[in-house]
Nanobody
Framework: QVQLVESGGGLVQAGGSLRLSCAAS????????MGWFRQAPGKEREFVST????????YYADSVKGRFTISRDNAKNTVYLQMNSLKPEDTAVYYC????????????????WGQGTQVTVSS
């Protein structure tokens, strides 16, 4: 079992920045990949970014490429999502996820999920 706890959400003006954190605990040694997803009101949850746990290979949705950066600190069992140049359409609940299957990239078939953190971008 893996527990994930997100933090760092909040309210920011368009063009601003936020950094989300996701701390993993318990059986972290089974994690192969971690990702960020988001869900806006009335919309389906969508993939944002992912990073492999051991080699730090990253991948981004086109909508955030060039604005968001995912990183991880293995010593702290924490993954970060640095979000710059935020837009109102980035408003959503952001979820951290972890998987034991490195082949699971963009799909939501991740094994473990955090509780989510709200990000609101005002225009």
């Amino acid at each position: 079992q893996v527990q994930l706890v997100e933090s760092g959400g909040g309210l920011v003006q368009a063009g601003g920045s936020l950094r989300l954190s996701c701390a993993a605990s318990l059986r972290t040694f089974i994690i192969k990949r971690m990702g960020w997803f988001r869900q806006a009101p009335g919309k389906e949850r969508e993939f944002v970014s992912t990073i492999t746990w051991s080699t730090a290979i990253t991948y981004y949705a086109d909508s955030v490429k060039g604005r968001f950066t995912i990183s991880r600190d293995n010593a702290k069992n924490t993954v970060y999502l640095q979000m710059n140049s935020l837009k109102p359409e980035d408003t959503a609940v952001y979820y951290c996820a972890a998987t034991t299957d490195i082949m699971v990239v963009q799909s939501d078939r991740y094994d473990y999920w955090g509780q989510g953190t709200q990000v609101t971008v005002s225009s």
